[in-house]
């Protein structure tokens, strides 16, 4: 016999309490099997298990059914189980009350597609198939056969948006939520507090990090610790490290990268702990501006706010902790040709050739590099760089084949826009047979930029021996 559980008779406790579980599993195996006996993995694996008897506890209280069926109908909940297949979520098996569209073409249910989604997972459950994007899209024919349905069946069909916010979080939750924020506004002992809370909160819970985009006051309360800094003294270093910290927990939920990138204060504030005391609160703000940048309308909005100069700070700087994320979030944005012409004048040629010289993050920075390329400014920096000798020898010596394709790309860009540089190529050509070797045991782009040079260079001789 299957054992019945406390959450039985409800699905999105069954849900949180699974989140729960795993969060506390994994908490447990670092204290146990990992010997990780620091004070934080310690009280987050208090927090958690608190968190799993407190939703217990409410489990047990709570009725089945939050929204109580008129006298002479049945609860829907009471029904499901005999309703047709199609009506019912692939996730909970219960009868969907909002049912959206995946971009697979797959329905589900809003609440539950939504903590699939935010526990990180980009495929669709049925399909497995690999998502495009995250967006929901109402199924209204369906919620309407449903309706229809449960109306012929003597049946209460729920308001969707009272049942979104019974399978998000619990009431409790929302009135803790709120009290954290009110705390930021207070002296610095509260806000501190209550920084460090969202932060683990955001990050334990991805129901939290979708509570901030259900309210347009809710992120500039986050931030006002840092905003509201207007009598010159320096933030609490802690303090700015948590409200960042939380920033990039909630740009991680797909529905907030809009929302946050557009809070007027949110990508000056970045910009400034791109230079924060902690190399933590560095790192955290240039992943923050990667994760934001996913969206093309925030990686022109995070160029034009003039955040690329202090990333490439950073990223010549140095620092291992924050290198991969600002390489990154600098990538995203090149993506945007307009926002080519600006990284080319904030210098972005010179500190990325510079660290390729170096050896740090070199395929990384070639894949910038040769997008930048595109760009006439940034052939005019490569050439003033020295940035040729260097392409040629990564080529001659490297053993990873997509250096050498972004190599000899941004060659043949730079062939064809300066025949000045043809020498230079020719003599390596000559000495080592750098280019003709690419042209045969290459990636296919790369054989076919290799071969392009060498026909360029077969039909200036020609020419030359013509005339």
């Not at 931030?223 to 270093?237: A, D, I």
Request: hydrophobic share 40%; net charge neutral.
């Amino acid at each position: 016999m299957a054992k019945t559980g406390v959450f039985d008779s409800d699905p999105t406790s069954m849900v949180r309490a699974a989140e729960l579980k795993k969060e506390l599993q994994k908490l447990v195996n670092s204290i146990v099997d990992h010997e990780d006996y620091r004070t934080e993995t310690i009280d987050q694996a208090n927090d958690t298990l608190r968190a799993l008897k407190e939703l217990m506890l409410r489990s047990r209280k709570r009725s089945p059914l939050s929204i109580k069926a008129p006298k002479q109908q049945e609860s829907v909940s009471a029904a499901a189980p005999s309703c047709p297949e199609e009506f019912k979520c692939p996730l909970s098996k219960e009868l969907m009350r909002d049912p959206v569209i995946l971009c697979t073409g797959q329905t589900y249910d809003r609440p539950f597609i939504n903590k699939w989604l935010e526990a990180g997972n980009r495929t669709c459950p049925l399909t497995q198939q690999v998502l495009s994007h995250t967006d929901l899209t109402p199924n209204h024919l369906i919620r309407e056969i449903i309706s229809h349905w449960c109306k012929n069946q003597g049946l209460e069909f729920p308001d969707p948006i009272h049942y979104m916010d019974e399978a998000g979080i619990t009431s409790s939750d929302h009135d803790w939520f709120l009290s954290l924020l009110e705390k930021l506004s207070l002296a610095f002992p509260e806000q501190r507090e209550a920084a460090k809370e969202l932060r683990q909160l955001t990050k334990r819970t991805p129901s939290f990090r979708a509570l901030f985009g259900e309210s347009d006051d809710a992120i500039p309360q986050l931030l006002s610790p840092l905003s509201g800094n207007k009598s010159g003294t320096t933030v609490h270093p802690e303090l700015q490290e948590d409200v960042i910290t939380t920033l990039l927990n909630l740009s991680i939920h797909d529905n907030n990268k809009k929302r946050v990138a557009e809070t007027p204060m949110v990508i000056p504030l970045l910009m400034e702990a791109l230079r924060a005391v902690t190399i933590a609160t560095r790192a955290n703000a240039a992943a923050t501006l990667f994760t934001l940048s996913a969206l093309d309308c925030n990686k022109v909005l995070i160029v034009k706010s003039g955040a690329l100069k202090p990333l490439l700070d950073l990223l010549e700087e140095g620092n291992p902790l924050a290198m991969k994320d600002v390489a990154s979030a600098i990538f995203n944005m090149c993506l945007v040709h307009e926002n080519k012409a600006r990284a080319v004048k904030d210098g972005a040629v010179r500190v990325i050739l510079n660290k390729i010289r170096e050896g740090v993050l070199v395929n990384e920075l070639l894949a910038v590099l040769a997008m930048l390329c595109s760009h006439q400014g940034a052939i005019i920096d490569m050439e003033e760089q020295g940035g040729v000798p260097c392409l040629l020898q990564i080529i001659r010596e490297s053993a990873c084949e997509r250096s050498k394709e972004n190599c000899i790309a941004i060659l043949h860009t730079i062939c064809l826009y300066d025949r000045t540089k043809w020498k230079e190529v020719k003599d390596e050509e000559s000495s080592y047979g750098t280019i003709s070797k690419l042209a045969k045991d290459g990636t296919s782009r790369a054989k076919r930029k290799a071969n392009s040079i060498l026909e360029r260079f077969n039909r200036a001789v020609n020419l030359t021996h013509t005339a």
